[in-house]
Every structure is written in structure tokens, then in C-alpha cells.
């Protein structure tokens, strides 16, 4: 089924919708304040919606996308999210297996990670054995798999980036494929941190091989541009470490790096000699010094910005306090 027909609403799922709008006419609100202000009426209809059918409505109506992302529901999302990992303490806990829950991030919020692990699951479900669809079939999963990860997924980047490397092998050199690649390597960068730059530098490195084919009417010395790179995204994933705890867990699932890189990485030592083993001498020691220089920027850049978000989600928090204590504000009993 196409993404489009898949996320078309079921007479239902349209019911839902108008249910939410209704009693938010009911509540007086006003669109302009939805990112600011829920009535606990709004929060409750919304809530008692299946998590399925509400994605599907947030994901075509912008409103409801907007009131689901309200500081309101931070909380019950974080739950969601945490109860979505593939073994969470609660009633369903297997005992037999490792605890594992999904942990908020500081670089989205939950209710998209929920968004995007749910457009990636349907696509496991109904695109089982990739390799073996037909080509119809295979453009049909790649629209599911750009959506989850425009959403922020870092299963289905991982899958996009796996398939494009694979794609270059079997065909000409594409340049347009290679920016593309980088693209969503570096989305995975920007929102998961170590894993994402070990992500970014795992795909600059295996896109170096091409690097000459595609990119020599350039620059002087393509390869060397993309081993750099890919060693300056090594160096700020190791400098992210410690920061990365809530990524790490959710984009390994709970998984040591030595774990989930099926033993390639051991330690950073081991995969800074790696790199410079596959670069075949185009990594020096000018290079080195330069590839420190720019990942300790980067990674004070990045602190920078995470902080600069950190006071936008507390200056919302305060004014939707300041709301619901104003004199002025509707009455106690329709917030929480």
C-alpha cells in the first residue's frame, strides 16, 4: 500500500478528528495559542484517542500536530515513548530478557519519535525482505522510510543510508545520491549525537571511494576533503559521549557500541586507527590537527545550541504557568 493511501483517514479516523475540534470550540481556545494552551477537556479527548489513529491525524492536520507537541503533553509522551522500547519495566515485562525502555532527547520531542518509530514499524510490517521485493514494491518502502526518518528515526536513516551505499556499488557514481546520503547522515547527527556522527562518519568514510569519480571538477583532492570529515564527525562523537547517554540507548536499543557496531568498534582509539588505516596514508598528522581543532568547535557549537533550547522549553513551561494562574485565564477547573 502506497504511503499516501496508507495515511489517509478512515471514515473514524475523520470522526476523531472533528471530536477534537469540537471540544476545542467547546473550550474557547483559539488556534494562534494551541502551542501554549490545553484545556484539560482537549488533553483528555486527545489522549483517549488510539496512538495509531491520532499519529495519522497529527501527521495531516497541522492543528492537531501543534496541540499534541503543547508542553501539556510532555510528560504523557515521554511515558509513550518509554513504554515503546523493546522491553520496559510494567505489565507486559519479560523477565527472561534485558530491560529496555526509550529515553527522552534533548533534540526532539517525544511525540516525533513516536511519530517516526511508527511510520518505521508499519514499513518492517508490510515490507518484509527488502532485497526481495520488486522494484514497484521497493520505491513503495522507500516513501515510508523517508517519511520515518524526516521524523527523526534513526532506524529507518540507518536503513535509507545502507540502501544508498548499496545502490552506489551496483550502479554508476551518483552525485545527487551522495549529497542525499550526507543529508541524512547528518539529520541523524544533528539529533542523536554520537551515534549519528558515528553514522556521518561511517557513511563519509565509504563514500570517499567515490569521491574522485564524482567531485575531482571540485576540489583538488576530494578523498582527502571526505577522510577529513569523516574524522572530524569521529572526534565529536567521542567528545558527545558522555552527553549522549538517552541516544545511545534509543538508537542502539540498549546495545554497547561494541554491540551494535557487530565488534568493528571496540574503542575510539581503535576506530580513529581504523579510519586512518582504510584513508591509505591521506590522513597526516596536519590533517589530525586539523580534524581536532574543527570537532572540539563543533561540539562546543552544539552545547551552545542544546542550552539556547533548554531556555525556549523552560521559557514555554513558564508562560503556560503564568497563563493558567492569570486572573484573567479561564477557570481552574478546565487546566491541569
Not at 476545542?24 to 494551541?34: F, I, L, N, T, V
Not at 497541522?62 to 499534541?68: E, G, R
Not at 551552545?304 to 481552574?332: D, G, T
Request: proline share 4%; aromatic share 10%; glycine share 4%.
Amino acid at each position: 500500500m502506497k504511503l499516501a493511501e496508507f495515511l489517509t483517514l478512515s471514515g473514524e479516523e475523520e470522526k476523531a478528528y472533528q471530536a477534537i475540534l469540537l471540544v476545542k470550540r467547546e473550550s474557547k481556545e483559539e488556534e494562534k495559542s494551541a502551542e501554549l494552551s490545553v484545556s484539560k477537556p482537549v488533553f483528555n479527548c486527545i489522549i483517549g484517542i488510539d496512538l495509531a489513529v491520532l499519529i495519522k491525524i497529527a501527521l495531516k492536520y497541522p492543528l492537531i500536530n501543534a496541540l499534541c507537541e503543547s508542553p501539556q503533553f510532555a510528560l504523557h509522551w515521554q511515558e509513550q515513548w518509554r513504554q515503546s522500547g523493546l522491553n520496559p519495566p510494567g505489565e507486559f515485562h519479560r523477565s527472561e530478557l534485558p530491560t529496555h525502555e526509550y529515553a527522552p532527547m534533548p533534540t526532539i520531542s517525544c511525540f516525533q519519535l513516536l511519530q517516526g518509530l511508527y511510520i518505521y514499524k508499519t514499513y518492517r510490517k508490510r515490507y518484509a525482505g527488502f532485497d526481495k521485493l520488486t522494484p514497484a514494491l521497493q520505491e513503495e518502502a522507500r516513501e515510508y522510510l523517508e517519511l520515518s526518518s524526516k521524523l527523526g528515526c534513526f532506524f529507518a536513516i540507518n536503513v535509507l543510508c545502507k540502501q544508498g551505499l548499496e545502490r552506489l556499488e551496483e550502479a554508476k557514481p551518483d552525485r545527487q545520491l551522495v549529497f542525499q546520503m550526507l543529508d541524512l547522515a547528518k539529520k541523524a547527527a544533528d539529533l542523536y549525537w554520537t551515534p549519528g556522527y558515528l553514522l556521518l562518519s561511517t557513511v563519509t568514510q565509504e563514500l570517499s571511494l567515490y569521491a574522485d569519480a564524482l567531485f575531482k571538477d571540485k576540489y583538488l583532492l576530494p578523498q582527502q576533503i571526505f577522510f577529513r570529515d569523516a574524522l572530524v564527525a569521529l572526534k565529536v562523537a567521542q567528545k558527545l559521549e558522555k552527553d549522549s547517554e538517552a541516544m545511545l540507548n534509543n538508537a542502539y536499543q540498549g546495545k554497547t557500541l561494541e554491540q551494535a557496531s557487530q565488534g568493528a568498534i571496540r574503542s575510539w582509539l581503535q576506530a580513529n586507527v581504523r579510519l586512518k588505516n582504510f584513508s591509505n596514508g591521506f590522513i597526516d598528522d596536519m590533517i589530525e590537527w586539523d580534524a581536532e581543532k574543527t570537532a572540539r568547535v563543533r561540539v562546543e557549537q552544539i552545547k551552545a545550541q542544546y542550552l539556547k533550547a533548554v531556555k525556549r522549553i523552560e521559557e514555554a513551561r513558564q508562560k503556560v504557568l503564568a497563563a493558567e494562574s492569570s486572573p484573567f485565564s479561564a477557570s481552574p477547573d478546565s487546566y491541569f
